[in-house]
């Protein structure tokens, strides 16, 4: 589960000491921020694109999901989270919410599958309702 601490009005994401030491020692391999040209601007796009893709490795890491599995909670086709992490695209805004609702909601839910064939909700106060 992802916590967030604030600190003098700045919000800090508090991750385990492992995730910390994986992104930190370049285990996890991060998308390159493009080259500054001689008067320190970049490529505003590419910009957009390598920190979208670094802020979504980091947290899904820190939360312990793998690609697959933040896709599959954010409702999204992995291959489209994979072309977001890798700085290939820039997500429209309906699928950064999904994703950022999906790392905000890590532990919270705990969905029960049913033999039936249909799909179980959970809503935030537990309460299980079942469709087919």
């Known amino acids: 589960m992802m916590k967030t601490l604030v600190e003098k009005g700045r919000k800090f994401v508090l991750v385990p000491v492992e995730a910390w030491e994986r992104i930190a ?10 080259v500054a040209d001689a008067e320190g601007n970049m490529d505003a796009l590419e910009f957009a694109r390598a920190t979208i893709a670094r802020g979504i490795i980091r947290d899904r890491i820190a939360a312990g999901l793998s690609q697959a599995e933040l896709a599959r909670r954010a409702g999204i086709q992995p291959a489209v989270l994979n072309r977001i992490e890798k700085a290939k695209v820039v997500p ?21 599958r049913r033999p039936t064939g249909g799909r179980t909700h959970v809503s935030q106060k537990g309460a299980r309702k079942t469709s087919f």
Do not use: R
């Open 25 to 34: 020692s370049g285990a996890v391999a991060l998308p390159e921020l493009p």
């Open 92 to 112: 429209d805004n309906s699928t950064i919410k999904k994703i950022d609702a999906a790392l905000a909601n890590v532990g919270k839910l705990k969905p029960q």
